[in-house]
Structure formats: C-alpha cells, structure tokens
C-alpha cells in the first residue's frame, strides 16, 4: 500500500466503493435502487430537490424521478418552502420513516460484520477520524 496521500486516497476510494457495494445489496432487499436508498438515508431534514441532486451528485430531473416513484410507494411527500412557495422541500411520511429505520439498522448491521475483526476501541476510533473527515 502506498504512503501518503495516495495511499488515503486509495483507501476512502475503497471505503467509497465498499459503501456503494452495501447500499446496492440493501437497495435490493428492499424493492429500491442504491440512489433511492440513499435518498430515504439522506432525508434527516427537509431539503430541496437542488439539495437533493447536490447531495446524490445527479441532476435535478433525476431527484424528481425518485421522488415520483417513492412517493407512489407511500414513503415521501412534497411540501411547500415556508419562505419561498415556489420551491419543494421533501420529507418522510411516516411509513418511509419506519423504511429508513429498517435501512439504517441493516446497514449498520453489514458495517459491524465488516469491522468485526476490529476492537471496539479501534472502531470508536475509526468512527471518530471518519466524522472528523466527514464536516
């Protein structure tokens, strides 16, 4: 393994594609694409479709699509900006709530079989450099 730099940014490439490799298989079980799964993860406030393509990195015609065909499943609604009527914000009913609930329990699950070998001294502190990373 490299030194340096190109070594990190060879190992967060790893993480990167390990994670994409977790939600797929998630994404799966659940009857979702990955970006769908992502999109319900993402959801912890209430943000625009700009926010949205922004956060998923795809276009904005892309979020509304995924947003038309969760919210035919029951798991989000669209709802007016308090300040500008002019743009929608997303959010969660109550059953994509429970869906994301679901999702990010299977995936903390598949992440604690993957650091199984680790201490959890060493996970703490793998979680601590990641969130640092993270903003």
Not at 35 to 46: G, I, K, P, V
Not at 74 to 101: F, M, N, Q, W, Y
Request: aromatic share 4%.
């Amino acid at each position: 393994m490299l030194g340096g730099m190109e070594g990190l940014a060879g190992a967060v490439a790893a993480l990167h594609r390990e994670a994409a490799v977790l939600y797929a298989g998630i994404a799966r079980e659940f009857d979702l694409t990955s970006q769908q799964t992502q999109l319900l993860c993402a959801l912890s406030r209430r943000p625009s479709f700009g926010d949205l393509a922004a956060l998923l990195g795809c276009d904005k015609t892309n979020v509304t699509g995924m947003v038309d065909r969760l919210g035919k499943r029951g798991l989000l609604a669209r709802e007016p900006d308090e300040k500008d009527r002019r743009i929608s914000r997303v959010v969660l009913t109550p059953a994509g709530e429970e869906l994301r609930a679901q999702i990010r329990r299977r995936f903390a699950d598949l992440v604690g079989e993957r650091f199984a070998a680790l201490t959890a001294e060493e996970r703490a502190r793998y979680a601590s450099l990641v969130e640092v990373l993270a903003g």
